[in-house]
């Protein structure tokens, strides 16, 4: 079972900035917070991950509170391409990725 | 290009025929994975393989059956067996650098059965 819980559906306009959350009750002190997103009909795609500090790349921000129980992940200008479901993930050097059932992300023009 | 390539797209077959689906990756990444996802569901993990000649079975293992002779080649055979084969199928493959632990996935291949 999936270890993370994250909203079923959220909804965002083109342009705007979209905040994902995802709560990591049960996260240890080692494993790491990762966020994958699958567009309709194709293999999932990695985007970020972190440990405890914030992060940020050419695709998205991490944001990872201080008691490492929740995360939010931001795409900044929302665009019609990012509609998708998003995965958080609590991941460390196991064998196996958990992926729950994400949150479903539709950006409206 | 470096990546991982499933085929078919979509494959049709029907009830009672075996069926394997082909999983192939030239990112010289040793760890490979088969998952599979039903509509409006996340990823359940098959069978994975950490080395070439070893595999272990996933969660959903039963009716299904894989092997790894090659490093480049995970190949994962869909028995009669299996109860409700119709689904998505993605395929992954694992970098594990000094910082980063990734699992790159396949384009899939939509297996139905009728």
């Known amino acids: 079972d999936a270890k993370t819980t994250q909203p079923p559906s959220m909804d965002c306009a083109e342009g705007r900035a979209a905040n994902l959350p995802c709560n990591h009750s049960?996260?240890?002190?080692?494993?790491?917070v990762y966020w994958y997103r699958q567009i309709h009909s194709q293999g999932p795609q990695y985007i970020i991950h972190?440990?405890?500090n914030n992060e940020t790349n050419e695709m998205a921000s991490l944001i990872i509170t201080e008691d490492r129980k929740s995360s939010t992940l931001i795409l900044p200008h929302a665009t019609l391409r990012d509609t998708a479901v998003y995965y958080c993930i609590d991941f460390y050097n196991t064998d196996k990725l958990i992926f729950g059932t994400g949150t479903r992300l539709q950006v409206f023009p | 290009d470096g990546g991982i390539t499933q085929s078919p797209k979509y494959l049709f077959r029907k009830e009672g025929q075996n069926v394997t689906l082909s999983c192939e990756q030239n990112l010289n990444h040793d760890a490979m994975y088969w998952y599979r996802q039903d509509p409006g569901q996340g990823l359940r993990l098959i069978y994975y393989s950490q080395i070439v000649n070893d595999f272990q079975k996933g969660d959903i293992a039963e009716g299904y059956s894989v092997s790894r002779e090659k490093k480049e080649s995970f190949p994962l055979t869909v028995t009669s067996a299996q109860k409700n084969p119709t689904a998505f199928y993605l395929c992954a493959s694992r970098d594990q650098g000094w910082d980063l632990d990734e699992q790159y996935f396949g384009p899939g291949t939509r297996l139905t059965v009728t």
């Open positions: 972190g440990l405890k």
């Open positions: 049960t996260i240890s002190g080692n494993e790491y």
